[in-house]
């Protein structure tokens, strides 16, 4: 049988980040109450999520110009190495988080802070473990010295 081209990832990762987020918002949040969190918490959960969005969108484009597909259950076709990419290998999942956290804040729901490093677990172990492991078998040594130079975080 013919391995597939792709990480082989069930679960797209916003999902992940949004389960773990609409728990924590569901079960203790200002939002759940009715209200609006302290403006102070709104200010800087927005701020964020908003930086967060940027920074997303921004390393999502980043894969489209290279060519490569962003959806982690499609091909890889190139590493990608320059600009966020620099400096993280996972600059769309470090975004992602940044933004749930933003939110999690924006709702004063302490809960879904507290459930973060349980997605980001997840997210390390189910998916980018997977990533990881493909990319090395496909690309080997160029990803291997890509891996040496840059954090899977930042």
């Known amino acids: 049988m013919a391995k597939s081209d792709s990480p082989g990832v069930k679960i797209p990762p916003p999902l992940c980040f949004l389960a773990f987020l609409a728990i924590g918002i569901y079960f203790n949040s200002a939002w759940m109450e009715g209200r609006a969190a302290e403006p102070i918490l ?3 959960g927005g701020l964020l999520t908003l930086v967060s969005a940027i920074y997303l969108a921004h390393s999502a484009r980043k ?3 290279a060519g490569s597909n962003v959806e982690p259950w499609k091909p890889t076709t190139t590493i990608i190495s320059d600009g966020i990419y620099k400096y993280s290998r996972n600059p769309i999942y470090v975004a992602m ?3 749930y956290l933003g939110l999690a804040i924006a709702a004063a729901s302490w809960l879904a802070v ?3 490093p349980f997605c980001l677990a997840f997210i390390r172990y ?5 990533e990881e492991a ?3 078998d ?6 291997l010295e890509y ?3 840059v954090r899977r975080w930042l």
């Open 138 to 143: 496909k690309f080997g040594s160029e990803y």
């Open 147 to 149: 891996k040496k130079k």
């Open 42 to 44: 709104t200010v800087i």
């Open 97 to 99: 988080a940044a933004a």
């Open 126 to 130: 189910y998916v980018i473990a997977k």
């Open 134 to 136: 493909y990319l090395e």
């Open 63 to 65: 894969h489209k110009t």
């Open 114 to 116: 507290v459930l973060l």
